[in-house]
Each structure stands twice: as structure tokens, then as C-alpha cells.
């Protein structure tokens, strides 16, 4: 499972205990004086993360993004995830935990599975979830698809390729050529020089984390603070030079856009992000505003509270990135389409606080739910669905299991907070937790004024 958390989902209950000390406490509500414009006229981001692998277990296809409307709903598609190798660069292929080139361009679909309707053949160089994007750029003008480089688990190698200017060039260079450029490896019929040319619009750096620690292998550096600068002013020099060469006559030069996925803990933060320097380069950062609490842990907590005194939450970490000099505009609010959830809760009350003996049973991953799946035990009548109204938080719980996660009314406070904050979006990991009507996405939309 390669997606992004707070800590592992092993991490001892103290270490966690000793980040949240960090978070300074959060007033339970935005002041006047914080609240930027309400401008309901204002066109927002919304961004969602498809995962390469949904389409297996899951099978979730790129054609659910627009039979569900949320593909109409979307200003940007973050592909997770391309990775980095041992010798610094951008590379796919078919390597078991490493990468996927499979799902990416080489798997036909048949007609019923394809965006536009059509088989693919055996011959055309793109298959696959990219050429489904292509497809689905096709039917939904202005739809932008980004590539996301890294993730918890394939962060592993940025700390060392991050390391010199030459090395920093070279790994640049290396994704504009394979995810820009679009030159694929060769794979049968698949691939090749141009075959997946103006697909992605931009590059999504995740990195977890620059100067701190992350997944048990991911390399960490005090120096990587430093570098994480550098590496995305060279992101961003490549991908303007690279626009300016390309722009075959046009008088203004397509414009790549550059994000990137960036942590709550204070701590992470000034470990390894120079805001100012950084926001000068991005177009825009998706804020982590879940796993502050994750299944690991030996007692029950919130996940994504828009508000949470003393603890982790997303306005606590909206306004640390505010304080450190990001402009509000150019910060997008990360949601949870799933829930973490603990088993064998003891301590009787609603279940929040309290003991637990471990994450819970779920369907993909123990602790980790699919927000489609935790709707139904909603309605199912074994679970109280519990709300903390002033907080803006949701959980479940039946005396036993507790799921937090958050539902259609936690995201009408979250949305009304972008609108108030002057926030640049939503972000939403993953979009395969949603239900087949995209009703999260529709609650999203809604609240920022969309459809």
C-alpha cells in the first residue's frame, strides 16, 4: 500500500504522542480577523489522486471518473505514483514493488471499460490508464493530469538524488523526458519515443519527508531542507524551458504546473521545507489534512478534524503554513475519501480517547476503509454515527470498532472553511474510495460552488 501517512502505521503510540506535543493549539474556530474573502465567484482546484493499482482488487477504472460526474468535478488528476531510482532518475517498467508499466500504458481495455468507448488494440503504442486519461482529457476540456512522484513507500531515493546540482539536473531532466516528453520504454507494441506526449500537464513532488523520517528505507538528510529547494527550482526552470522549446508558434508557452504533497507536524515542516523560497516555485501545495491519528496507535483519535485544541488538524496546519509565508491561495486542503479505525475499543462512551487493542479488520488493509464501505455500516444499524459539530470531525462506533472519517456534512464545514480561509482547493486521496456516485466529490463540489 503506498499512500500517505502522518507515520507508519506501526509507530509507537509515545513517538506519536511526542509529535503532537509540537502542534500548537488550534482555537475552535476561525476569528474574524483570520478569515479571508468569501468570493463565490472564484474558480477553486479540486484534485484528486487516481491509484495505478485501484484497477486490480479494487477495479477501479479510469472510466468511474466519468460515469460517477466526479471527472466533470475535477480540475486535476494526480496519477500516483511514478518512482525514482537508485540511480536518481524517473523510471517504469514491470518491476514487482517498484513499478507498474503494465497498468500505466501497456494493459488493453476493452470497449466497455474505455472512456470513449473503443477497444483497444493490439498495436497502438498507448494502453492502459494513461491512454484512458488522454481519453478522459479528451471529453472533459480544461481537466489537467499531473504526475505524482514518490509517495510514503517510493520516496526512498530523493534524499540521495536531491544531494548535488548535477544530480538534481539529471533527475529533473529524466521525468520531463519519460512523463512530459512522454518517451516511454519500449514494451511490445508499447511505448516509445512520443507516446504519451501531452498527457501530464505537470509534476506532483511527494516526498516523505525531506529532513525527517518516513517510510523504514526512505534515506533522510539535515541537508535535505537545502536541496529540496534546489531540486524544485530546477523542477521548475526545466519545466518552463522545456515549455518555451516547445511552443511551436504559439505566442505564449503552455505553462506546467508544479505541486507538491507537503506535511502538518511543525516539526516535518521546518525540517525540511523553506516555505517562502518554495511557494515561489509551486503553483500550489495539497495540504495532509488526515492520518493525524492512524490505527497504529493504542488508543482511538481523530483523523482529519478541521478543528482539534492541542492536537493535529487541519487548521492547525493551515495556519503553520500561513505563519512560515505561504499564501493562502496556493494552499489546497487535503480530505480523506476513507476512515482509520481501531478494534476491541474499550472504556464504554462514544469510543473516542479510548484503549484499543489494535486496527481494525477492514477490506484492503487492517485499519484502513474505504469510505464507500463505512457509508454502508453507517446505514447498517450496528454503528452510531457520532459528530463532533463544533470540531468538524465524524466517527462510527458499536461498542467495539470506531472508524473516523469524514462524510458529506464533515465536508460542507471543511469546504466553508476554504471559502472563509481564501484557500486555493480540495485535495482528495483517493478518489477510488468514493462511492459509485461520487458523493463526496458531489458534496465538495457543491460547497465551493460548483456542481
Not at 473503443?118 to 481537466?143: I, M, S, W, Y
Not at 523526458?177 to 511490445?188: A, E, R
Not at 506526449?197 to 506532483?204: C, K, R, Y
Request: charged content about 25%; glycine content about 12%.
Amino acid at each position: 500500500m503506498r499512500r500517505r501517512t502522518l507515520t507508519g502505521l506501526t509507530t509507537a503510540a509515545g513517538a506519536l504522542a511526542m509529535l503532537a506535543g509540537l502542534a500548537p493549539a488550534a482555537t475552535a474556530g476561525p476569528s474574524a480577523h483570520d478569515r479571508g474573502p468569501d468570493r463565490h465567484d472564484r474558480v477553486y482546484r479540486s484534485v484528486g489522486y487516481f491509484t495505478q493499482w485501484g484497477v486490480y482488487g479494487r477495479d477501479f477504472q479510469v472510466k468511474d471518473l466519468d460515469t460517477s460526474g466526479t471527472a466533470a468535478r475535477l480540475t486535476h488528476i494526480n496519477y500516483a505514483f511514478g518512482n525514482v531510482s537508485a540511480e536518481g532518475r524517473c523510471f517504469t517498467g514491470n518491476v514487482p514493488g517498484e513499478a507498474d508499466a503494465w497498468a500505466d500504458y501497456a494493459r488493453p481495455l476493452d470497449a466497455a471499460a474505455s472512456v470513449d468507448g473503443v477497444a483497444d488494440t493490439g498495436t497502438q503504442p498507448l494502453a492502459g490508464n494513461f491512454n484512458q486519461l488522454r481519453e478522459l482529457k479528451a471529453a472533459h476540456p480544461g481537466l489537467k493530469v499531473m504526475i505524482s512522484l514518490g509517495g510514503w513507500s517510493w520516496s526512498t531515493h530523493f534524499s540521495d538524488a536531491a544531494r548535488t546540482a548535477a544530480s538534481r539536473k539529471a533527475l529533473v531532466s529524466s521525468c520531463i523526458d519519460l512523463y512530459i516528453k512522454g518517451n516511454l520504454p519500449v514494451d511490445g507494441a508499447r511505448g516509445g519515443e512520443g507516446a504519451a506526449a501531452g498527457l501530464f500537464d505537470g509534476i506532483d513532488l511527494d516526498w516523505e519527508w525531506p529532513g525527517s523520517a518516513g517510510d523504514t528505507d526512505t534515506v533522510y538528510r539535515p541537508e535535505d531542507k537545502r536541496n529540496f529547494t534546489a531540486l524544485v527550482h530546477e523542477f521548475r526552470t526545466q519545466l518552463d524551458a522545456y515549455a518555451r522549446s516547445a511552443r511551436k508558434g504559439k505566442a505564449k508557452p503552455k505553462h506546467y504546473e508544479l505541486s507538491a504533497f507537503v506535511p502538518t507536524a511543525p516539526a516535518k515542516i521546518d525540517a525540511g521545507f523553506d516555505v517562502p523560497r518554495l511557494m515561489r516555485d509551486f503553483d500550489f501545495v495539497n495540504l495532509q489534512g488526515y492520518d493525524f491519528h492512524v490505527s497504529g496507535e493504542t488508543k482511538t483519535a481523530q483523523q482529519s478534524a478541521l478543528y482539534a485544541k492541542g492536537d493535529f488538524s487541519v487548521d492547525q496546519t493551515v495556519r503553520d503554513w500561513i505563519r512560515r509565508g505561504a499564501p493562502a491561495r496556493k494552499l489546497v486542503m487535503g480530505m480523506p475519501f476513507y476512515g482509520q479505525g481501531w478494534t476491541g475499543v474499550t472504556g464504554g462512551g462514544d469510543g473516542l480517547g479510548r484503549p484499543a487493542t489494535g486496527p481494525a479488520p477492514a477490506t484492503w488493509a487492517a485499519g484502513y476503509e474505504d469510505y464507500k464501505v463505512l457509508k454502508k455500516l453507517a446505514a447498517s444499524g450496528a454503528y452510531t454515527v457520532h459528530r463532533d459539530v463544533r470540531n468538524g470531525h465524524a466517527w462510527l462506533f458499536d461498542g467495539t470498532t470506531l472508524w473516523t472519517y469524514d462524510d458529506p456534512q464533515v465536508l460542507r464545514a471543511k469546504t466553508s472553511y476554504i471559502r472563509e480561509r481564501g484557500l486555493g482547493g480540495a485535495m482528495f486521496w483517493s478518489l477510488d474510495g468514493d462511492t459509485d456516485d461520487g458523493e463526496l466529490m458531489a458534496a465538495v463540489a457543491r460547497g465551493l460552488g460548483g456542481r
